[in-house]
Nanobody, 125 residues
Framework: QVHLVESGGGLVQAGGSLRLSCTAS????????VGWFRQAPGKEREEVSC????????RYADSVKGRFTISGDNAKNTVYLQMDALTPEDTAVYYC??????????????????WGQGTQVTVSS
C-alpha cells in the first residue's frame, strides 16, 4: 500500500512560484506513474501533469504548459511540481496520485490507485 503526502502549498501573489512535493512511503515509485491533479471550488478535478518515473516521460495540461514542471527524485521517492508564473486561476487544492501502470499517458484520473490528501494553493491578484 503506497501512502502519498503532498506538501509545499500556500499563499502566493500572482506571478510568484511554489514547489509542491509528493512523497511516497510503503513502496517505491520507481515503476509508477505519478500525476498531479487540482480541484478548484465548484469545478471538476483536472489533471495538471503526470510523469512516468521509469522513463521520465511527462504530460502537461495546456493551461500550465511552459509554467509548470514535473520531476522525480528516485532517491527521495518524491515527485515535484514546480509552478511558476502563477495566476489566480491556479488557485485550487492540488493532489498527487500514483499507479502501478508505469506509463502515465495511459492513465486518467479515475485510473490512479493511490491519492494524497491534497495541499491548498492560493494565488492572490
Amino acid at each position: 500500500q503506497v501512502h502519498l503526502v503532498e506538501s509545499g502549498g500556500g499563499l502566493v501573489q500572482a506571478g510568484g512560484s511554489l514547489r509542491l512535493s509528493c512523497t511516497a512511503s510503503g513502496g517505491t515509485l520507481d515503476y509508477y506513474a505519478v500525476g498531479w491533479f487540482r480541484q478548484a471550488p465548484g469545478k471538476e478535478r483536472e489533471e495538471v501533469s503526470c510523469i512516468s518515473i521509469l522513463d521520465g516521460a511527462t504530460r502537461y495540461a495546456d493551461s500550465v504548459k511552459g509554467r509548470f514542471t514535473i520531476s522525480g527524485d528516485n532517491a527521495k521517492n518524491t515527485v515535484y511540481l514546480q509552478m511558476d508564473a502563477l495566476t489566480p486561476e491556479d488557485t485550487a487544492v492540488y493532489y498527487c496520485a500514483a499507479d502501478g501502470v508505469p506509463v502515465c499517458t495511459a492513465l486518467a484520473g479515475p485510473d490512479y490507485s493511490y491519492w494524497g490528501q491534497g495541499t491548498q494553493v492560493t494565488v492572490s491578484s
